[in-house]
């Protein structure tokens, strides 16, 4: 990963082609959404200046997301489900049945739940049967995504042909879903690399997988 990153990744992933970057993600499930699965090379970045060139000191992306929501006063986990009209937790066995989480949390926090940073209380949290996240992110996400429907003019002011053209019009009409969209620009991929009957999951999985899921949300297998 650090060799797809700043002006060298840039020129790297030119180099690999957005087909060979499409099919290796395709063919790889997404991390479990959980506590102590951070990507290691996120903990050791290094940033980029401008023009390319390493800036002297490295960043633990992780520590630094803390210390960012809590320098913004972003709401506290138990604060944040109140606001969004979830049920607070009340002791460490309301967030998970994690025996070693549950250690680890009354190590760093002590007693006290009010405490719990948001990000660290979304992962620790159980997931939903089924989904690789948790009720308090799945709400946002369902907040979000109807939100985000709703105030973009290109799916309610602007959906017409003057904006789309009528060529346009039509593949948005006639498009169903991401494998669609693969087929008309890379038919040869998804003949040659898709298995699966959803862009979403796991390309090598079978047809019958339920694919109604985005592979975003779903439990790695």
């Not at 996400?141 to 959906?159: C, H, I, K, P």
């Not at 890379?186 to 040659?192: C, L, Q």
Request: proline share 4%.
């Amino acid at each position: 990963m650090r060799n797809l990153i700043g002006l060298t990744g840039e020129k790297t992933l030119g180099e690999i082609g957005i087909e060979r970057q499409m099919v290796s993600m395709g063919h790889q499930a997404c991390g479990a959404l959980e506590l102590w699965n951070y990507p290691l090379w996120m903990r050791d970045l290094i940033p980029h200046n401008v023009d390319g060139t390493e800036r002297p000191h490295h960043v633990d992306l992780a520590a630094l997301e803390i210390y960012r929501d809590r320098e913004r006063n972003v709401a506290r986990y138990n604060q944040f489900r109140r606001g969004i009209l979830l049920l607070p937790i009340t002791k460490w066995e309301d967030l998970t049945d994690d025996k070693e989480a549950i250690q680890a949390l009354e190590d760093v926090y002590g007693g006290d739940v009010e405490e719990l940073d948001l990000l660290v209380g979304l992962m620790a949290e159980k997931k939903i049967k089924g989904f690789a996240i948790s009720e308090t992110a799945f709400v946002i996400f369902l907040l979000m995504a109807t939100r985000r429907l709703e105030a973009d003019r290109f799916f309610t002011s602007n959906f017409n042909e003057e904006t789309y053209t009528k060529k346009g019009l039509e593949w948005v009409n006639s498009t169903e879903s991401l494998k669609d969209v693969i087929d008309r620009h890379y038919p040869e991929m998804t003949h040659k690399w898709m298995n699966s009957s959803s862009a979403f999951s796991v390309w090598d999985s079978s047809p019958n997988t339920p694919n109604h899921i985005p592979l975003y949300l779903r439990i790695p297998h």
